[in-house]
T-cell receptor, first 109, second 116 residues
Framework: DAKTTQPPSMDCAEGRAANLPCNHSTISGNEYVYWYRQIHSQGPQYIIHGLKNNETNEMASLIITEDRKSSTLILPHATLRDTAVYYCIVSINDYKLSFGAGTTVTVRA | GAVVSQHPSRVICKSGTSVKIECRSLDFQATTMFWYRQFPKQSLMLMATSNEGSKATYEQGVEKDKFLINHASLTLSTLTVTSAHPEDSSFYIC????????????FGPGTRLLVL
């Protein structure tokens, strides 16, 4: 599976959009981009995934660049409950997920 | 979304004893379940993959005789930490997958193990 690079941390203001970047320059054609998050002392939570088209669900939007070498997870209106570690994972399918260090997102009032 | 439960949520045991952790998929049948371990301030590390009715596949460096995994039904997998030692103290998390074609793994809330 391709490796991903994420910033170690970022802050965002409550009510504003949070844009979380992820680089995956070695992604192959059949690999998906998955996003999970882990709130402190809980199990990870699935957010969204995509192959090449942009995706949106009730939690977030996923924007994947045309060359697929990077992506951005957008939380449209961040709340304090969105404070968590966000993991960007690239995988052929969700069979084996390799978690990196992720981005620690702190939403501030 | 699908729900995965774990029991117990926290356990404290003495060194040398065995601890069993249960992972259940509550509203779906899981063909595959995974067990992860997470040490403080670190990311999740996959320990093993189990498919219902067959032996678990362990990741490199994980002792299969120490971490016994049983996946006897499509809704239950168990992890038994045998002869636990303080270095086994960790956060153990399971996940369940419906099957190829479904988009995601669903994770349990985790079990915090403290070995004294």
């Amino acid at each position: 599976d391709a490796k991903t690079t994420q910033p170690p941390s970022m802050d965002c203001a409550e009510g504003r959009a949070a844009n979380l970047p992820c680089n995956h320059s070695t992604i192959s054609g059949n690999e998906y981009v998955y996003w999970y998050r882990q709130i402190h002392s809980q199990g990870p939570q699935y957010i969204i995934h995509g192959l090449k088209n942009n995706e949106t669900n009730e939690m977030a939007s996923l924007i994947i660049t045309e060359d697929r070498k990077s992506s951005t997870l957008i939380l449209p209106h961040a709340t304090l409950r969105d404070t968590a570690v966000y993991y960007c994972i690239v995988s052929i399918n969700d069979y084996k997920l390799s978690f990196g260090a992720g981005t620690t997102v702190t939403v501030r009032a | 979304g699908a729900v995965v439960s774990q029991h117990p949520s926290r356990v404290i045991c003495k060194s040398g004893t065995s601890v069993k952790i249960e992972c259940r998929s509550l509203d779906f049948q899981a063909t595959t379940m995974f067990w992860y371990r997470q040490f403080p301030k670190q990311s999740l590390m996959l320990m093993a993959t189990s498919n219902e009715g067959s032996k678990a596949t362990y990741e490199q460096g994980v002792e299969k005789d120490k971490f016994l995994i049983n996946h006897a039904s499509l809704t239950l997998s168990t992890l038994t930490v045998t002869s636990a030692h303080p270095e086994d103290s960790s956060f153990y998390i399971c996940s369940a997958r419906v099957g190829f074609g479904r988009e995601t793994q669903y994770f349990g809330p985790g079990t915090r193990l403290l070995v004294l």
